[in-house]
């Protein structure tokens, strides 16, 4: 099975604020859901807790949400205590390629076990206290990227980024 994270960030590497993304870009949205339809997701407890009420579960793909306390309920998901215990479950049901989705504390986890990362790289710096974590350049190598200009419905232009580890 192959691990992959799949992530937005601004130039300044922010993620997140106040439980929430700061941007709003629908062509990153359509990219994240087409990429992971499907296909297992995997995030932490604080993720799942931030998305609106219409998308928990985010349709179509099992949900898996990481906390540590034993008795936390996420109706439409499944719990699990660790990051790792997920991906075992993913592997064991069948899943060639599970999805890491955030937040900023899960892909920290995160990062010591993919084998791809999804990246969408937003030409803007933005505030926020999230941020995706740094990643060694020489451990990991970019196998494409596909550039999306400002247009009426983005107020940012973006890259949408994978990169390999090697
Ligand atoms: N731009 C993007 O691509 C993107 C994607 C996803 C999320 N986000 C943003 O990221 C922010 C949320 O990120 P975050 O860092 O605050 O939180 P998070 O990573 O979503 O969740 C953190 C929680 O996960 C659980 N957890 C973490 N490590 C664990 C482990 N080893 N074992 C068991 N449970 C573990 C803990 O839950 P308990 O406290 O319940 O134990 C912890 O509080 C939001 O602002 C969201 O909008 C951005």
Same mark, same amino acid.
Request: net charge negative; glycine share 8%; charged share 30%.
């Given at each position: 099975?192959?691990?992959?994270?799949?992530?937005?960030?601004?130039?300044?590497?922010?993620?997140?604020?106040?439980?929430?993304?700061?941007?709003?870009?629908?062509?990153?949205?359509?990219?994240?859901?087409?990429?992971?339809?499907?296909?297992?997701?995997?995030?932490?407890?604080?993720?799942?807790?931030?998305?609106?009420?219409?998308?928990?579960?985010?349709?179509?793909?099992?949900?898996?949400? %990481?906390? $540590? #306390?034993?008795?936390? =309920? +996420?109706?439409?998901?499944?719990?699990?205590?660790?990051?790792? *215990?997920?991906?075992?479950?993913?592997?064991?049901?069948?899943?060639?390629?599970?999805?890491?989705?955030?937040?900023?504390? %899960?892909? $920290? #986890?995160?990062?010591? =076990? +993919?084998?791809?990362?999804?990246?969408?790289?937003?030409?803007? *710096?933005?505030?926020?206290?999230?941020?995706?974590?740094?990643?060694?350049?020489?451990?990991?190598?970019?196998?494409?990227?596909?550039?999306?200009?400002?247009?009426?419905?983005?107020?940012?232009?973006?890259?949408?980024?994978?990169?390999?580890?090697?």
């Amino acid at each position: 099975m192959i691990t992959s994270m799949i992530a937005a960030m601004g130039s300044n590497r922010v993620i997140g604020k106040d439980n929430d993304i700061p941007w709003h870009l629908p062509d990153d949205f359509r990219y994240f859901k087409e990429t992971t339809k499907n296909h297992y997701v995997i995030m932490g407890r604080k993720n799942w807790e931030s998305l609106p009420p219409k998308f928990q579960p985010l349709p179509q793909r099992p949900n898996l949400v %990481i906390t $540590r #306390q034993s008795d936390y =309920l +996420a109706e439409g998901a499944t719990v699990f205590q660790s990051l790792e *215990d997920a991906l075992a479950t993913a592997r064991k049901m069948g899943e060639k390629e599970a999805f890491i989705i955030g937040g900023g504390e %899960i892909y $920290r #986890q995160g990062l010591a =076990l +993919a084998d791809k990362i999804y990246l969408t790289e937003i030409n803007g *710096d933005f505030e926020g206290e999230i941020t995706f974590p740094e990643f060694d350049q020489g451990k990991w190598i970019e196998i494409s990227r596909d550039h999306h200009d400002i247009d009426d419905k983005h107020r940012y232009s973006f890259d949408f980024v994978v990169y390999k580890k090697k």
